[in-house]
């Protein structure tokens, strides 16, 4: 039998999510989310540290919360490191 907490979080549905606030942590700062009894949900990314850019629009926000729906850990409450891209260069194996 397969354990539930082993599937991975883009199986878990955010829209379910009952009212109340909720805080996950991570390297890059944290993120509240607020769900209203509607189902609503208010994501405030101020302390996350790539929406500290000012550059950053409305469109890279979208990117960015769902970025962190597939980094986070929903047993600890905490959202995972960035997996960093491997560029291989021939000059590496030497």
């Known amino acids: 039998m397969e354990d539930p907490k082993?599937?991975?979080?883009?199986?878990?549905?955010?829209?379910?999510?009952?009212?109340g606030?909720?805080?996950f942590t991570g390297q890059e700062g944290f993120v509240k989310i607020e769900v209203a009894k509607d189902g609503q949900q208010s994501w405030d990314l101020e302390n996350w540290?790539?929406?500290?850019?000012p550059?950053?629009?409305e469109?890279?926000?979208c990117e960015i919360?769902?970025?962190?729906?597939?980094r986070i850990n929903l047993d600890k409450g905490t959202i995972n490191q960035p997996k960093k891209k491997i560029?291989?260069?021939f000059l590496n194996s030497f």
Do not use: M, V
């Open 49 to 53: 540290f790539t929406s500290l850019d």
């Open 87 to 89: 560029i291989r260069n």
């Open 65 to 70: 919360i769902k970025d962190i729906k597939t």
């Open 55 to 57: 550059d950053k629009d």
């Open 21 to 23: 606030t909720y805080y």
């Open 59 to 61: 469109s890279q926000r």
């Open 6 to 19: 082993s599937k991975p979080n883009e199986d878990f549905d955010f829209k379910k999510l009952p009212a």
